[in-house]
């Protein structure tokens, strides 16, 4: 009978296995024997002393230690099964599909986008030539938003469904195992390209169809039942579409509205990036480390209120870098990704503030697009403000604080350049006052985080989707339209890889049961 104990173990120690070894024997009955052990969890605590909470399963040594790989569902030749259509190749989209095979559906994916490695010249072009397409950039393409990104797997939507599922799942396709281990996993930009291609060979492999560079343009609806779809290339029947299209899909929002199918605005948050020195950031949060303590490049989370709006860190990324993530010409986006070994100089996170409806009165008190018409104000803004292509409007922290136009700017990750812009001039006002009170607010919490030596950079904007896409809670369908799936962070269900996924793989199982 398997036994869980929990350990302490100092960051020195972290491989140390007679000590380990030694540590779990002490929590073990005394006539519990020989053993072997399994580790489950593994999380750095930082808060004061530093030390690493160790998870084991103690089997006794003649006990079979569970395959957890073993429990995977067989993925099934679909090649004749029943159509699915999904609209989008992002995490819910591909997780969508790999559910259709191991229920025997046939996923036909249809993607804007192209392939995740022709994506990369896209973004070369972007990148250095200020070049961008509308269909193939950080947020467009094969792998959707999440494909080069830090790849955090972290969720809190565990009660939406296996999340533990979700991440034998992504080792099966390439994903280090570290994954199922670590409290906040993550796997990385330079790593997520190879799984999300061995996850597109499965769907292929097993008879399902992805089609890249096709758009979706239309949706023919009659008496409230799905009949068929309009793409850039062909017209498809369909009984059952799971939309996925991503929080940036603006097109496709605008298309619902003009079919008159239901939509609604959704709260979200947008504001700029933030980058430090990834020393500076170590030297505040490991300030107690003791000599021979390795430790990762450390991360953060803040949070407090200004005058009743929320501001809070978002998507941090330590060793990271600041990616251009415009999806139109005439934009600026910001995000930021990390490398699976998070070894870049730099630590960037997004700092963002709530977005109130006084902010949206321009656009209209009750259009369902007004949240999208104001995020795209604020693109448009500060791309010309720093003259009109990717180059992006930035200020020192210690000068955005002291309301001053910066004389000059450290280096930074963001590699298209930087303009110094005074961005109380670029923000909202009530987005640039609660950011001033957010960073006056963060520096109490971490002594040293308001230097000369920090740079923040607008915008980050898409931080989620500013439109929800209506559907029944329990057939996850349209409330209008039968057989139309609104799925993942487009939809406004989900929040990062994870939960996209768990949120695409659970409108297959909404159409398995009809």
């Not at 939406?160 to 281990?181: C, F, K, S, T």
């Not at 004389?407 to 590699?415: D, K, T, V």
């Not at 809670?473 to 989900?494: D, F, I, R, T």
């Amino acid at each position: 009978m398997s036994r869980t104990i929990n350990i302490e173990v100092r960051p020195s120690s972290l491989d140390d296995d007679s000590l380990i070894k030694e540590s779990i024997s002490r929590e073990l009955p005394q006539d519990f024997g020989p053993f072997q052990y399994l580790l489950l969890k593994r999380s750095l605590d930082a808060r004061g002393r530093i030390f690493y909470r160790l998870r084991y399963e103690v089997y006794a040594a003649n006990e079979a230690v569970p395959d957890h790989q073993a429990e995977l569902e067989a993925y099934k030749d679909v090649s004749q099964g029943k159509p699915v259509f999904i609209i989008g190749a992002g995490p819910a989209g591909l997780f969508a599909a790999l559910r259709c095979l191991h229920l025997g559906f046939k996923p036909i994916i249809i993607e804007r986008g192209k392939d995740v490695r022709e994506r990369r010249r896209d973004l070369a072009r972007l990148t250095k030539e200020h070049i961008v397409d509308e269909d193939s950039n950080y947020c467009f393409g094969e792998g959707g938003a999440g494909a080069y990104s830090d790849g955090k797997l972290y969720t809190r939507s565990k009660k939406r469904g296996d999340v533990d599922l979700v991440l034998r799942m992504l080792q099966h396709h390439g994903a280090p195992g570290e994954i199922n281990i670590d409290a906040h996993p993550h796997i990385g930009t330079n790593k997520l390209p190879e799984i999300i291609a061995h996850i597109r060979e499965c769907i292929l492999s097993h008879g399902g169809e992805i089609h890249f560079e096709e758009r979706l343009i239309d949706i023919e609806v009659k008496e409230g039942t799905l009949k068929s779809i309009r793409t850039s290339k062909a017209e498809y029947e369909t009984k059952h579409l799971i939309l996925a299209t991503g929080h940036s899909a603006r097109d496709i929002f605008k298309l619902l509205a003009d079919k008159k199918i239901s939509i609604e605005y959704k709260p979200f948050s947008l504001g700029v990036r933030v980058e430090h020195p990834q020393e500076l950031i170590d030297k505040i949060q490991y300030r107690k480390a003791q000599q021979g303590d390795i430790l990762p490049p450390a991360s953060y989370s803040l949070v407090c209120q200004v005058d009743g709006r929320g501001a809070y860190s978002f998507c941090m990324c330590p060793g990271g870098i600041i990616a251009p993530c415009a999806t139109a010409p005439g934009e600026v986006v910001t995000n930021g990704w990390s490398p699976s070994k998070r070894n870049n100089p730099y630590a960037n996170s997004g700092i963002v503030v709530e977005v109130k409806e006084e902010d949206l009165k321009p656009y209209g008190a009750i259009d369902p697009l007004r949240g999208m018409y104001f995020q795209s104000a604020v693109e448009r803004a500060a791309c010309y403000s720093a003259g009109g292509n990717q180059t992006a409007p930035a200020q020192r922290l210690t000068d955005f604080l002291t309301k001053k136009v910066s004389s000059s700017l450290p280096e930074c990750s963001y590699f298209p350049g930087l303009a110094s812009v005074d961005l109380f001039q670029v923000l909202p006002a009530s987005i640039s006052h609660a950011l001033h009170g957010g960073f006056k607010e963060f520096g109490k919490k971490m002594p040293a985080y308001i230097t000369e030596q920090a740079v923040i950079v607008a915008t980050e904007s898409r931080t989620s989707s500013p439109v929800r896409i209506p559907r029944d809670s329990e057939s996850m369908e349209h409330p209008e339209v039968k057989g139309l799936y609104p799925a993942g962070e487009g939809a406004g269900y989900a929040g990062g890889i994870v939960s996209a996924a768990i949120d695409g793989m659970n409108c297959v199982d909404r159409i398995a049961a009809l």
